[in-house]
Nanobody, 127 residues
Framework: EWQLVESGGGLVEPGGSLRLSCTTS????????VSWVRQGLGKGLEWVAG????????YYADSVKGRFTISRDNAKRTLYLQMNSLKTDDSAVYYC????????????????????WGRGTQVAVSS
């Protein structure tokens, strides 16, 4: 059974940093592209960043480019999202998710675009 478990969320002031992790099991993590997506309260799903399985090519939404860094450790079966210079607009539940299609790692923004995802971790940015 595929499992993805996000952690590392919390309450942080604007300008602060958080590092999210997504530990996985039940599938060959190193073989799959993986993304971070988020959903704010009352908002739709928003793609945040994606990373390829092979050479680790990364993709970012314009809203987070330069502030967030996605990375992966295939040996640990873990995906990361380093978030710096956080803004109130970054407040959301963050999910790691496996895109259904090859191009999905770069921008897929509907739940149907993903085959599996975790339960999410809450990030709240507030003063």
């Amino acid at each position: 059974e595929w499992q993805l478990v996000e952690s590392g969320g919390g309450l942080v002031e604007p300008g602060g940093s958080l590092r999210l992790s997504c530990t996985t099991s039940g599938f060959t993590f190193s073989s799959f592209d993986v993304s971070w997506v988020r959903q704010g309260l009352g908002k739709g799903l928003e793609w945040v960043a994606g990373i390829r399985s092979n050479v680790g090519t990364t993709y970012y939404a314009d809203s987070v480019k330069g502030r967030f860094t996605i990375s992966r450790d295939n040996a640990k079966r873990t995906l990361y999202l380093q978030m710096n210079s956080l803004k109130t607009d970054d407040s959301a539940v963050y999910y790691c998710a496996v895109p259904r299609e090859v191009d999905g790692v770069d921008g897929a923004s509907e739940w149907d675009d993903y085959t599996n995802w975790g339960r999410g971790t809450q990030v709240a940015v507030s003063s």
